[in-house]
């Protein structure tokens, strides 16, 4: 039996997905009651918990060979790290109570500084504190996520333009979601012996021009690269609903990836290569934004 967290999500359903196809018993964790529905029609057994509720969690990963994690945003925190921490605390403690085998954590390139890289010091904190209380653990350190792309997309159609954050002509390993629930099943099918630290990136590094190019194609229309500054990045969220404090977390991180700050550890980590590119990734995402 896997447990799987953040089915709600990207990658934890792509996980859970993976999993039942290999004929995996599976069992989802949710907040939410009215959203288990489909995963029983699947065959899923269902956990009603909230990642904080440390008690709940420890039932539902009572006699698991393994669960995959992850750290939800809360993009209306005003103190993100603050309000993150919770979580990762709870899950630490359901994790050594309940004895569980091994654990799958997601976490992000650039985890392994403390410091200086905004909301991924959250992450930072959590492969300390769960490492410490899970017998075998597997961290995941994803690269830049393709989807993040999304929300440029529709000005991207409309107007020919591809507004970027990071440095223009600069490439960066991007990866997409469903390569991270790939990578993340098969970790649990493959448990980790101690720690193990994989870092996920692409089958190649993108910059933002080579983005623009994989819109345009599936446009049909020329899209450029348009460098805006980071100082835009505070207002251009919080007019987008994340509070000021997360806001200028993401503006740290990004200034962090710019500076090549925010990047894979390399040395002791395994790495390992996603499938997709940008054009698998957003093809289908940018058919949700065009006009009928």
Request: hydrophobic share 45%; glycine share 10%; net charge positive.
């Amino acid at each position: 039996m896997y447990v799987v967290a953040g089915v709600t999500g990207n990658t934890g359903k792509v996980v859970a997905e993976m999993l039942s196809n290999h004929r995996k018993p599976v069992r989802v964790v949710v907040r939410d009651e009215a959203k288990a529905g489909a995963w029983r029609e699947r065959g899923a057994q269902v956990a009603r918990a909230s990642l904080d509720d440390a008690g709940a969690l420890a039932k539902a990963l009572a006699g698991a060979s393994g669960a995959y994690f992850l750290v939800p945003p809360q993009y209306a925190a005003e103190d993100l790290l603050a309000a993150q921490r919770p979580v990762v605390d709870a899950i630490a403690a359901a994790v050594k109570a309940s004895g569980l085998p091994h654990v799958v954590l997601l976490s992000s390139v650039g985890a392994q500084h403390p410091e200086g890289t905004g909301p991924i010091r959250t992450l930072h904190y959590a492969e300390q504190v769960i490492g410490k209380a899970a017998r075998n653990l597997t961290i995941v350190r994803a690269a830049y996520f393709l989807e993040n792309w999304a929300a440029m997309l529709g000005e991207a159609r409309t107007k020919g333009l591809l507004p970027s954050f990071l440095t223009p002509g600069r490439a960066l390993p991007m990866v997409a979601t469903r390569d991270i629930g790939r990578a993340a099943a098969e970790a649990l099918l493959d448990p980790a012996r101690g720690t193990r630290l994989v870092e996920l990136v692409g089958p190649a590094d993108w910059t933002p021009e080579d983005v623009a190019r994989a819109i345009a194609s599936l446009l049909g229309r020329e899209v450029r690269v348009q460098g805006v500054p980071l100082d835009a990045v505070v207002p251009a969220l919080t007019a987008s609903g994340f509070t000021a404090g997360t806001a200028r977390l993401f503006r740290e991180m990004i200034e962090g990836i710019n500076r090549g700050h925010v990047a894979p550890e390399g040395g002791r980590a395994v790495p390992r290569f996603g499938t997709l590119g940008p054009a698998e990734v957003l093809g289908p995402l940018l058919a949700r934004t065009t006009a009928p």
